[in-house]
């Protein structure tokens, strides 16, 4: 017997007994397994995840080691499966997989299904061959590492509480110089992970990784304490693991809202400098902040308030960057004033970051230069002098710059003229100051001092008073003014007023009556003290009666010394009229027209004359002195009856010519001329007017105006004009009158002014424009039913007052008359009309209906009826109000009748004392929408690329509709007529729709336009009826079309061929080609409708179609897909009869229980006569490593 050589790894079965001539050789074997086991290595490594399933291969290269007996698989130290082949295979799998594994062939390898972490091993394919060749170099089997994957169920991030961030969720805020503190977990995975902490591309420092083993799966925990800088801004912190179990690398990351602080401030806008009255923006940028910074704006150390600045505007706007900071833009607009030259202004800002640090905020500092005109100012205030002093005027300035370019005293806003130097010295740029050699009175006045520089200019706000003292000149004044009224026993106080004088204030007086002295004042020389300490320039005249008539004056006093006597004034004294007596006609007064109230008196008062005195012309006059001319004065002579008025002035003019003219007068002037001009003017001239020569003919002439009298206005009205001055002499009031019937030369005195008279109305008044005798109310209204009074008043007083009630009366008049028309809905529930009429007595009104009254017991309407109460506010009198309501429940179907229930309705009134009947009429019309909408065309049918002639839509409605056209529900067109005034295309073509509506509805009605045009032809080759045809379709409108067939020839000669068959079709013509050609042909095919022909088209024809070109496409699509899906069904059933039939040859090969490892993988008898027959299968126990020498080895059959 042979020595029996084992090992752990060797099966039994695989052991054979050698014979003594191949001893030699088997050592050799045994020898080289054991260098080959020390020094086996794994061949490949496998990975895959857990619950998957996996291939391990075994490669056999049966050229080089020849045919293979049985290989066995074994995982680490166990055999798990084996396989023996021949020409029954039988495979063994060790109970514990044999459900999870699978050994298979060509090629040899093993299926591991439902892969768990306990399947992690090196395997070992052990494979046995017959016969080795030599070449054979698988000695030491093939070793395959098979590594389980596990994916971790999550990766978490916690931070440093032990809160989950969530990926992409953002963390903060916080700070910069801030530990960001988190850690990254990594669950339940295998093989253990790679976990890294990174910023974008760098990876960061942190603390290396812990893992722990639980169960074959890694959980690994990385922490991250970074301190947070600005590099982190706006960049993602990511937890980045790697493993054989993930294709790609896991990314986990969030982002820090991170905080810092600002890193720049710089403040910019004005180059240089600015001028005064300038807008000055200011721009502080502030660069690298997050968040944004608060911004504050300070001159000097002076807080900047846009609130308590109404001119200055701060703009604040902040834009984020890229890199998550901000960017602060502040602005500030102020207008440049002096007051800013030389400040500083400091823009300061702070965000959270040096809030919570405690550090100052950044500023940056701007010094603004501001150029302005001169602010000038002048000292003293005041200089009090007296006349020939020298005077010194100050003026001081700041300006930026200081360089004067011009210096102007003013005085009273007038220039002073400096360069007077006899008067003036300095008020140059040289000397500011100004000094005036000798005071003068002209001096007085207030200075103010303008200065010029190249910006502008300044002037003091302040001025100067240069007062200088002189004598006083004074008039007389009289409270009252005079002439005074007896009646009233009244006192007088006289006035020195004064003029003119420095100062003002008098000290003495000296009064005069009639250029005789009556007092100086004040008298302290006599017994009389109260005549010492009083206001001299008052005289006090007590108890005013008719013997006070002189003339008065006075001399004034001051500290420069007596001035002049003033000029004299007379003093008069009046007394009132007598009672007054008042009449009106008509008695009862008509509205809107006329009433005349007449006032007289019986006693006119004093003064009692109000005509003119003359006196005869004294030529020979002598010549007064007189210091000042009278002024203006006006006359108006008392208003007569027209025929007395008439005499008094013809008189008057008699009067005047008689005694005035000279001898050699022009002889064509009589008193009958003189009448027929007089009676002329009362009636036909009211106002003309006259060159009345002053002083006759020894001065200039002047345009006065002589207002003459008519019957309604009865006013004769004289204005004087102002004596000529003349430095010794003056004439008296004497006159010259032109006229076209001559010269008049007159003197006139005048005596007094006329009585006048006042009015008033309700007990209000007087009324300021109304002084005649006659008062003409018109028109008369509401606001005349009141009660009138005059009286007549002079410089004397006013006379007892006359009153009377006067009575006002109203013809019909309406208030509110009927509109010309009035529309109601014809299914309106509420109709009425309403008329108001005006009539004073009172009226009545009744209602007609074309003509007709509508009587009382008419149940369709009812009337309802109020006396109203006159109006002051509107001015309307009494009035009757009366409403004719239509009663809808008693008309026909409750509501009117569109055509019927049109008419005309009248609201008549009676008539009373003052006035006729009036009526008012309106046309009642019933309205309705619009209905029976229709269009002049339903079809109109146009060639393309011309215009469609007009389409005309009418309806009927009340009020008369509006019409708009729609076209695909747009508006094209407004009005009844729809016209189209481009050329129609094919895409023109549909529906157009008119919509009649008024404010009560609307309706449509449609139209179609059908553009019609030519047609385009294509050609198609089909078999129909078993005959080769050409089908030839013709797209136009009309769809009917004719067609003409026809060959084109080799020479482009053409053969007709006819028009073809239409069949039943009016846009398609059928040719069927001749079946005996042999060569291609170019058939033509030319469509034409009503609109025109269309270009040809055409098909060229090769050959005879095959028997398939015969069908159409969708028939010969249907039949190819049935052949394929038939042949696809025949080789799936071949398919499934081959699988069928494999699997019964294979189960009829197999015993029918499978052998375990334990037992022989052979038939009985199948090695009967080898040499190793009957030897036992290996024990399954595992050996150490010096007991297993052979642990890897390959056992060989020779």
Request: proline fraction near 6%; include cysteine; hydrophobic fraction near 35%.
């Amino acid at each position: 017997m042979a020595p029996k050589r084992t090992g752990k790894g060797i099966p039994m079965s695989k052991r054979v007994i050698l014979t003594a001539p191949i001893s030699t050789s088997l050592v050799l074997l045994v020898f080289l397994a054991l260098f080959g086991h020390s020094s086996a290595q794994v061949d490949t490594t496998i990975s895959q995840q857990e619950s998957f399933s996996v291939v391990l291969p075994c490669p056999v290269n049966v050229d080089k080691c020849g045919k293979l007996h049985s290989l066995n698989w074994f995982k680490g130290d166990d055999r798990i499966a084996a396989m023996l082949l021949g020409e029954s295979n039988v495979t063994s799998v060790n109970k514990e997989f044999d459900e999870r594994v699978t050994v298979q062939q060509n090629p040899y390898r093993l299926v591991i299904k439902d892969l768990k972490i306990a399947d992690e091993d090196i395997y070992l394919c052990d494979t046995t061959f017959f016969i080795p060749e030599e070449t054979c170099d698988n000695f030491n089997g093939y070793r395959v590492e098979l590594r389980v994957l596990v994916p971790p169920t999550e990766i978490v991030i916690l931070d440093a509480k032990g809160d989950r961030i969530e990926n992409g969720s953002v963390v903060g805020p916080m700070q910069e110089r801030q530990s960001l503190k988190a850690t990254c977990t990594v669950k339940n995975t295998r093989p253990q992970p790679e976990v890294g902490w990174f910023r974008g591309d760098k990876r960061l420092t942190t603390y290396s990784p812990t893992h722990d083993l639980n169960d074959g799966l890694y959980t690994s925990t990385l922490e991250l304490d970074w301190p947070l800088s600005r590099e982190d801004l706006a960049q993602d912190i990511e937890c980045r693991v790697n493993s054989a179990a993930i294709p790609n690398t896991t990314v986990t990351k969030f982002s820090v809202d991170l905080q810092v602080r600002p890193t720049r401030i710089d403040i910019n806008g004005v180059k240089h400098h600015t001028v005064q009255g300038s807008k000055v923006v200011l721009t502080c940028d502030i660069q690298g902040a997050r968040p944004a910074v608060n911004l504050t704006w300070y001159n000097s150390s002076i807080l900047i308030n846009p609130d308590d600045n109404d001119i200055t505007e701060i703009r604040i706007k902040s834009f984020e960057k890229k890199d998550g900071t901000y960017h602060t833009q502040s602005e500030l607009i102020f207008n440049a004033t002096r007051f800013e030259n030389d400040r500083v202004f400091r823009c300061e800002a702070e965000n959270v970051v040096l809030q919570i640090n405690r550090e100052k905020p950044i500023s940056s500092v701007f010094t603004l230069e501001v150029l302005y005109p001169p602010v000038v100012k002048v000292s003293p205030s005041a200089i009090m002098t007296n006349t020939s002093e020298i005077v010194l005027l100050n003026c001081e300035y700041v300006a930026n710059p200081a360089s004067l370019t011009q210096v102007e005293w003013y005085r009273n806003d007038d220039l002073v003229n400096v360069n007077d130097t006899n008067h003036y010295k300095g008020g140059n740029s040289e000397n500011v100051a100004l000094v005036i050699k000798s005071t003068a009175k002209d001096d007085i006045g207030n200075y103010s001092c303008q200065l010029s520089n190249t910006i502008g200019k300044g002037i003091s706000d302040q001025k100067i008073n240069l007062d200088v003292q002189y004598v006083p000149s004074v008039e007389i004044l009289m409270i009252p003014e005079g002439p005074v009224r007896e009646s009233d026993e009244s006192n007088v106080t006289l006035f020195c007023n004064v003029l003119d004088a420095n100062p003002l204030a008098l000290t003495k007086v000296r009064w005069y009556a009639n250029s005789t002295l009556l007092k100086e004042l004040p008298d302290c020389e006599e017994t009389r003290e109260d005549l010492c300490h009083i206001d001299p320039s008052k005289l006090l005249l007590e108890s005013i009666g008719r013997g006070f008539f002189y003339n008065y004056s006075c001399e004034g006093y001051n500290s420069a010394g007596w001035g002049p006597r003033s000029e004299d004034k007379e003093l008069l004294v009046h007394y009132e009229p007598g009672p007054s007596a008042l009449t009106h006609f008509p008695l009862v007064a008509v509205k809107k027209k006329s009433v005349t109230f007449s006032c007289s008196v019986d006693d006119p008062g004093y003064p009692d004359s109000n005509r003119f005195v003359t006196k005869p012309v004294n030529h020979n006059y002598k010549k007064i002195k007189t210091q000042h001319a009278p002024l203006i004065e006006f006359h108006t002579v008392e208003a007569l009856q027209p025929q007395e008025a008439d005499i008094a002035f013809e008189a008057l003019l008699l009067n005047k010519i008689q005694k005035s003219l000279p001898s050699t007068a022009s002889p064509q002037i009589s008193p009958r001329n003189l009448e027929a001009s007089a009676s002329l003017l009362a009636h036909e001239i009211k106002e003309t007017h006259a060159l009345i020569d002053l002083h006759l003919n020894h001065s200039h002439c002047t345009l006065l105006t002589l207002t003459t009298y008519t019957p309604q206005s009865q006013f004769l009205t004289l204005y004087t004009g102002i004596k000529q001055k003349n430095d010794s002499i003056v004439s008296p009031s004497s006159y010259a009158l032109y006229r076209k019937m001559g010269k008049f030369s007159f003197d006139a005195q005048i005596v007094s002014k006329p009585n006048r008279y006042r009015w008033l109305r309700g007990g209000r008044g007087p009324l300021q424009d109304i002084v005649t005798k006659d008062w003409t109310v018109e028109p008369v209204g509401l606001d005349s039913r009141t009660n009138y009074s005059c009286y007549a008043y002079n410089e004397g007083g006013k006379g007892i007052m006359a009153t009377v009630n006067l009575e006002v009366h109203a013809p019909p008049f309406f208030i509110k008359n009927l509109p010309p028309y009035t529309g109601v809905l014809h299914s309106s529930q509420n109709a009425t009309l309403t008329c108001r009429i005006e009539c004073v007595p009172r009226c009545d009104i009744s209602w007609q209906k074309d003509g007709e009254p509508i009587e009382r017991n008419d149940t369709r309407y009812f009337i309802k009826e109020k006396y109203m109460e006159a109006s002051p506010a509107t001015g309307d009198f009494e009035s009757m109000l009366s409403v004719l309501h239509f009663n809808m429940s008693n008309w026909p179907l409750g509501k009117f009748d569109i055509e019927a229930d049109n008419a005309n309705y009248e609201c008549v009134s009676t008539g009373n004392t003052v006035g006729a009947s009036i009526r008012s009429r309106t046309y009642f019309g019933i309205e309705y929408a619009p209905d029976n909408t229709t269009v002049s065309e339903n079809i109109l049918y146009v060639q393309e690329d011309t215009i469609p002639g007009r389409i005309l839509c009418k309806s009927r409605a009340n009020p008369e509709p509006l019409y708009k056209w729609f076209f695909k529900n747009e508006t094209i067109a407004n009005g009844n007529a729809l016209i189209i005034n481009t050329a129609m295309k094919r895409n023109d073509n549909g529906t157009y729709t008119c919509q009649a509506y008024n404010k009560h509805g609307k309706s449509i009605a449609e139209t179609v336009i059908e553009v019609q045009f030519k047609p385009r032809c294509e050609i198609e080759r089909r078999e129909i009826d078993d005959q080769d045809t050409l089908i030839c379709t013709a797209y136009g409108n009309p769809l009917e079309a004719d067609f003409s067939w026809s060959i084109k020839g080799e020479n482009d000669t053409v053969q007709v061929l006819g028009s073809g068959e239409k069949k039943t079709f009016l846009e398609k013509s059928f040719y069927i080609l001749q079946t005996d050609y042999a060569i291609s042909r170019t058939y033509r095919c030319v469509s034409n409708n009503t609109v025109g022909s269309a270009p040809f088209c055409e098909i060229e024809v090769a050959e005879q179609l095959a028997w398939w070109q015969l069908w159409e496409k969708n028939t010969l699509i249907i039949i190819v897909a049935v052949i394929l899906g038939l042949l696809l069904t025949v080789i799936i059933i071949c398919c499934i009869i081959i699988c069928i039939c494999r699997r019964r040859r294979r189960q009829d090969k197999l015993h029918d229980k499978s052998s375990s490892l334990g037992e022989p993988l052979t038939e009985p008898g199948e090695y009967e006569n080898l040499p190793f027959h009957g030897l036992q299968t290996a024990p399954n126990k595992h050996l150490s490593d010096f007991e297993d020498p052979y642990k890897s080895s390959n056992t060989y059959i020779f």
